[in-house]
C-alpha cells in the first residue's frame, strides 16, 4: 500500500514537472520575446557579425526581453552558425522562433537609396552607397574601370549618364557590380521606345542628351526655363556654333564656388571647354534630373542663340537672337555684378 502511495505521488510530481517544463519550452519557442509592448525596428548585422554580435545588439537596443530563451533557440536551429548580413525587420510581439527563423534565413527587408545633385564620381559613390554594406571606394573603382565599364558600352567620361537621380530600393548585401547592373536596368527602363524616339529626331543619342540635359540644368535653377534652354544650345549645334556655356568652364576649372566667369577661365585646356571645342563635351557636369533630360526631348522650338542672366539675380535668363543684343544684355548683368562686389 505505501509503495503505491510513494508511486502515485511520484506520478503526480512527474506529471507536474513535465506540464511545466512542456509549458516552459512552449513560452521559449513560441511567447512573445521580441518588442513586447514596443513598436517594430530594424538592425543591420554587419558581413563580419558573429551570433554573440547580433545577441548584443538585440539586447543592448531592447529588442529581447530574454537572452537565455533566445540564445537556447537559436541553438537549437542551428542559427549560431548561420549568421547572415543584411538588414532585418523585427516585429512587435514576435517569438523567438518567428525572429530566428527570419534570420536564419537572411529574410531580409531592402533599404532606399537615393542620389541627386551630384556633380562628381566621388559625390555618387557617397550617395548611391549609403544604407548599403558597399564601401564608397568600391563602388567608386568600378566608376573608374575602363575594362569593367567597356562591357556596358560605357567609358570613364560619360558613365554618369547612366544614372537617373531618383530613389531605388536595393538589399543591404548588394554586390558594387549587382548595383551598378541594376542602375543600369534602370536606365533601360527609363529610355523608352518614345524617349528613345524624340533623341532620335533631334540626331542625338541618350547619352548625349544626358550630357546636354546636364548643361540645361547648371544653367538655370528655374524648370520652366529648361526647355527654352534646351532648344537655344540644340539650335547652337545645329548651326555647328561653340556652346559656350559658362557652367562647363566651372566644370573644367574644378571650383564651384565661381560666381563669375571670366576671360582667364576661358583659356582653361579641357574637353569640356565649350569655348574652345565645338559640340557636346565629353561626359555630363552633373546628374539631369528626370524632369531635365524631359525638358531636352521636349525641347521649345525658337531661334534663340544667346542667353545671359537677368541683372536681378531672379535666376531667369534674358534671351537674344543677335549677338548686339547679347552684349546689350550682357552689360546689364556685368554692371550688376560689379554693383554686388561680385568679381570672381
Known amino acids: 500500500m505505501k509503495k503505491r502511495k510513494t508511486f502515485a505521488i511520484g506520478l503526480v510530481v512527474f506529471s507536474i514537472l513535465l506540464t511545466s517544463f512542456s509549458f516552459y519550452f512552449y513560452q521559449v519557442f513560441y511567447g512573445q520575446n521580441i518588442l513586447v509592448d514596443k513598436e517594430s525596428t530594424q538592425i543591420v548585422i554587419e558581413k563580419e557579425h558573429i551570433f554573440d554580435d547580433v545577441r548584443d545588439q538585440l539586447y543592448e537596443k531592447d529588442i529581447i526581453q530574454d537572452v537565455v530563451s ?9 542559427y549560431q552558425d548561420l549568421v547572415k548580413p543584411g538588414v532585418y525587420q523585427f516585429q512587435s ?25 551630384v556633380r562628381l564620381k566621388s559625390e555618387l559613390a557617397e550617395k548611391i ?29 560619360n558613365v554618369m549618364t547612366m544614372f ?3 530613389t ?60 527654352k534652354i534646351a532648344g537655344l544650345y540644340l539650335n547652337r549645334l545645329k548651326r555647328n556654333i561653340a556652346l559656350q556655356a559658362d557652367p562647363t568652364l566651372v566644370y573644367a576649372v574644378g571650383d564651384f564656388t565661381i560666381q563669375r566667369v571670366l576671360n582667364e577661365h576661358k583659356l582653361v585646356d579641357s574637353p569640356y571647354n565649350t569655348y574652345k571645342h565645338k559640340g557636346l563635351p565629353p561626359g555630363p557636369i552633373n546628374l539631369p534630373t528626370i524632369r531635365t533630360l524631359d525638358a531636352v526631348l521636349d525641347y521649345e522650338e525658337h531661334n534663340y542663340i544667346y542667353m ?3 541683372e536681378d539675380f531672379s535666376g531667369y535668363h534674358r534671351f537674344a537672337l543677335t549677338l548686339t543684343q547679347h552684349n546689350r544684355n550682357a552689360r ?8 554686388r562686389l561680385i568679381f570672381k
Request: proline share 3%.
Open 129 to 157: 552607397t549609403t544604407n548599403t554594406g558597399i564601401e564608397r571606394e568600391e563602388f567608386l573603382n568600378l566608376l573608374s574601370d575602363d575594362t569593367f565599364l567597356e562591357g556596358y558600352g560605357l567609358n570613364t567620361d
Open 164 to 166: 537617373v537621380p531618383n
Open 168 to 227: 531605388y530600393e536595393v538589399y543591404w548585401t548588394i554586390t558594387p557590380e549587382d548595383l551598378f547592373k541594376k542602375m543600369h536596368d534602370e536606365n533601360l527602363k527609363f529610355w523608352t521606345e518614345e524617349r528613345k524616339a524624340k533623341a532620335a529626331a533631334i540626331n542625338l543619342s541618350p547619352v548625349e542628351v544626358s550630357v546636354l540635359a546636364s548643361i540645361v540644368q547648371a544653367e538655370s535653377i528655374k524648370a520652366e526655363e529648361s526647355a
Open 93 to 117: 510581439g514576435m517569438t523567438n522562433l518567428n525572429a530566428v527563423r527570419m534570420l536564419r534565413a537572411g529574410d531580409q527587408v531592402p533599404v532606399r537609396i537615393t542620389f541627386n545633385n
Open 308 to 310: 545671359c542672366a537677368k
Open 332 to 339: 546689364l548683368f556685368q554692371k550688376a555684378l560689379n554693383e
Open 70 to 78: 533566445f540564445s537556447f533557440v537559436s541553438k537549437v536551429l542551428g
